[in-house]
C-alpha cells in the first residue's frame, strides 16, 4: 500500500510539474505571427515617379520628317505586387501615349496617336493568348519600353518606326513595327518577341 501512494504521489509531482509553458522559441514563433497579423506595412512605389516627355523630330535621308513624342499617361498604370519580409512592396508602372507625326515636302502624311487600348488593338496584344504564348498577359501588363525612328538607305517610300513593349520584372519583350509609305497609308507589323 505504501508503494501505491508512493506511486500516486510521484505521478501527482509529475504531472503538477507539467505546467504547459512554452519555450523561448515557440514563444518567439507567436509572437511574430501575431505581429504579421496585426502590422500591415505596404509600399507604394511609381515608374516613373512624375510626368515625362520626350519628343524626337528627325528629318530623315529620304526626306521624311518625323515627329515622335511619348508622354507619361498618368491615369493609367501597371501594378505589380511582391511581399518580401511582411512588406507588400506596390509598383505601378505608368502606361505611355505616344504620337507620330510625318511630312514629306511640307505635306502632312500621319498625324497618329497612340494609348494602351489601340496598342492592344493593332498589336493583337489581347486576353485569348493562352499561358505559355509569349504574348500571354500582354494586353494587361506591357508597357512601352522604347520607340525609335529607323533611317535605312532602302527606305527610300516609306517611314519605319520600331516599337517594343515589355511586362515589367521580366524578360518577355515585343518587338513591331509602324510602316507609313509616301501616301500615308500605314501597316504594323510584329518582327519578333
Known amino acids: 500500500m505504501k508503494k501505491i501512494i508512493g506511486l500516486l504521489i510521484l505521478i501527482c509531482t509529475i504531472l503538477a510539474s507539467c505546467e504547459g509553458r512554452r519555450t523561448k522559441n ?24 512624375n510626368y515625362s516627355e520626350r519628343e524626337v523630330d528627325t528629318i530623315m535621308s529620304n526626306g521624311f520628317r518625323v515627329k515622335i513624342k511619348s508622354y507619361t499617361d498618368m491615369n ?10 511582411t512588406i507588400n512592396y506596390q509598383t505601378s508602372y505608368r502606361n505611355f501615349k505616344f504620337d507620330i507625326r510625318v511630312e514629306k515636302d511640307g505635306k502632312l502624311l500621319c498625324n497618329e496617336t497612340y494609348n494602351k487600348q489601340k496598342v492592344n488593338q493593332l498589336f493583337g496584344f489581347n486576353d485569348k493568348h493562352l499561358e505559355n504564348d509569349n504574348l500571354y498577359s500582354f494586353s494587361e501588363f506591357a508597357i512601352l519600353k522604347s520607340i525609335n525612328v529607323i533611317d535605312y538607305l532602302e527606305n527610300k517610300e516609306h517611314v519605319v518606326v520600331e516599337v517594343m513593349y515589355e ?3 521580366t524578360s518577355r519583350r515585343s518587338f513591331h513595327k509602324i510602316i507609313i509609305d509616301n501616301k500615308g497609308h500605314i501597316r504594323y507589323t510584329k518582327t519578333k518577341n
Do not use: C, G, R
Open 26 to 49: 515557440q514563444a518567439l514563433k507567436n509572437s511574430i505571427e501575431e505581429y504579421n497579423k496585426k502590422v500591415n506595412v505596404q509600399v507604394d512605389v511609381f515608374e516613373p515617379l
Open 76 to 85: 493609367h498604370s501597371v501594378l505589380l505586387t511582391k511581399i518580401k519580409d
Open 167 to 169: 511586362i515589367p520584372e
